[in-house]
């Protein structure tokens, strides 16, 4: 029994590592153009998290320092297998990237003088554009479609546009703040409406 359970523990680790990897080895342009292929991978494939649970992660990978698909890959581990679960996940993400960079690090001056490399990066580029777009409209759909949402996506969009010396990290800040100040708010009002219906209960049954 308990060589059983050693033997699935060890089969979640190497699947972690293995489905991370592969992740890490088939994308192109960062992490904002992995985000697809982890919740393909993490949530249709796999099940791990469902989408709600993607959606607060992608939320707190963003927010939190450091890039966002190699944070997104640490709590995912984290939630499937704990600390191990967590460094084979981040460590499967990882290992592509480094192995490639190595490799081409010996002949980087060669690879690039070719022609024919430069052309297919920028179809890559296009490519990656692309999933980073389809990224964006899976978390959208995601969220909460209230007023707040639509004026933090105008504002959002508006100063990623026109005030390009703005870091993104100062969007996230603010939209958080509002998020947050929204919330207090929110709460605070449905506790009065609360209360006032309970004292108004009490009234008609002392009458």
């Known amino acids: 029994m308990e060589q059983t359970q050693n033997k699935r523990k060890l089969n979640k680790y190497l699947d972690l590592t293995w489905t991370f990897f592969k992740v890490g080895l088939f994308t192109f342009g960062g992490g904002l153009a992995m985000l697809p292929l982890i919740t393909k991978e993490t949530v249709e494939k796999h099940g791990w998290v469902d989408e709600d649970q993607m959606g607060d992660i992608l939320a707190i990978s963003e927010s939190t320092p450091g890039p966002i698909s190699i944070n997104a890959a640490t709590f995912i581990g984290y939630k499937v297998g704990k600390l191990l679960g967590a460094a084979c996940a981040t460590l499967g993400l990882v290992l592509p990237s480094l192995i490639i960079i190595i490799l081409l690090s010996l002949v980087i001056d060669w690879f690039l003088g070719l022609e024919y490399v430069a052309y297919a990066f920028m179809g890559i580029r296009c490519a990656v554009a692309i999933l980073i777009f389809n990224a964006a409209i899976k978390i959208y759909k995601k969220i909460q479609k209230r007023y707040l949402t639509y004026i933090l996506l105008l504002i959002g969009l508006a100063i990623t546009i026109l005030v390009s010396q703005i870091s993104s990290i100062y969007v996230l800040l603010f ?33």
């Open 175 to 207: 939209g958080g703040l509002v998020g947050g100040l929204e919330f207090i708010i929110a709460t605070s009002i449905a506790k009065k409406k609360e209360k006032k219906k309970t004292e108004e209960e009490n009234k008609e049954d002392q009458s």
